[in-house]
């Protein structure tokens, strides 16, 4: 079984729809990285960034970044559709927008959320704030500039891609804002949302 270190409003919440439609049974540790106290003591001595989502596997091995956890979790279950196979021509974009989102869209939330980690003005907090808000609404122009039409990200059927997308599409600035910029990755998202077992997770566990 594995255990998932993981918290409401956070980026757990794909791991957990992920575990739930690929049949994985885990355990689930809420933890608020902010909040001092037993939960996050025993984050740090297994991330000492104490970052979420965090997973131990079943072996004790600690694994980190969700992208990393996705593909993990995609590999134990290689007849899944929720991604593309090894060698089919949607792979390489399937990776693309993956890594895309952990490595341009989620950041911004990174700064943004605590920007007196990286400037002490609080006029420049404020300004590094209403950065992260732009570069994330030009992340999703990209996006929808990328992407082939479809009901959802990578065609018609839905993968780990579309529920990313729907759970930071409920982060700063708002799925309403980010629509403007990228109707179609919002219409995908919002599918991928009201799939029965993403909807009871994301109503458990929310975003």
């Not at 919440?13 to 608020?32: K, N």
């Not at 952990?102 to 006029?123: C, L, N, Q």
């Amino acid at each position: 079984m594995l255990t998932i270190h993981g918290c409401k409003g956070c980026g757990s919440v794909v791991i957990e729809a992920a575990c739930e439609l690929l049949g994985e049974t885990y355990e689930r540790r809420e933890v608020e990285p902010w909040t001092p106290g037993p939960a996050l003591d025993a984050l740090r001595a297994l991330n000492p960034l104490a970052q979420v989502p965090t997973v131990v596997l079943p072996d004790g091995q600690v694994l980190t970044e969700s992208a990393a956890i996705l593909l993990w979790l995609l590999e134990r279950h290689p007849e899944t559709h929720l991604a593309p196979p090894p060698g089919d021509p949607k792979r390489p974009a399937f990776l693309r927008w993956l890594v895309y989102f952990v490595s341009s869209i989620y950041p911004m939330y990174t700064v943004g959320d605590f920007p007196a980690r990286w400037v002490k003005d609080e006029g420049a907090q404020n300004e590094l704030k209403a950065a992260t808000v732009q570069r994330t609404l030009d992340c999703w122009r990209s996006l929808e500039q990328g992407i082939s039409p479809g009901t959802y990200l990578l065609g018609e059927s839905m993968t780990i891609l579309d529920v990313y997308a729907a759970m930071i599409s409920r982060w700063r600035p708002g799925r309403e804002k980010i629509r403007e910029v990228a109707p179609r990755c919002i219409a995908a998202a919002e599918r991928a949302e009201a799939h029965p077992i993403v909807a009871r997770v994301f109503t458990q566990f929310p975003a």
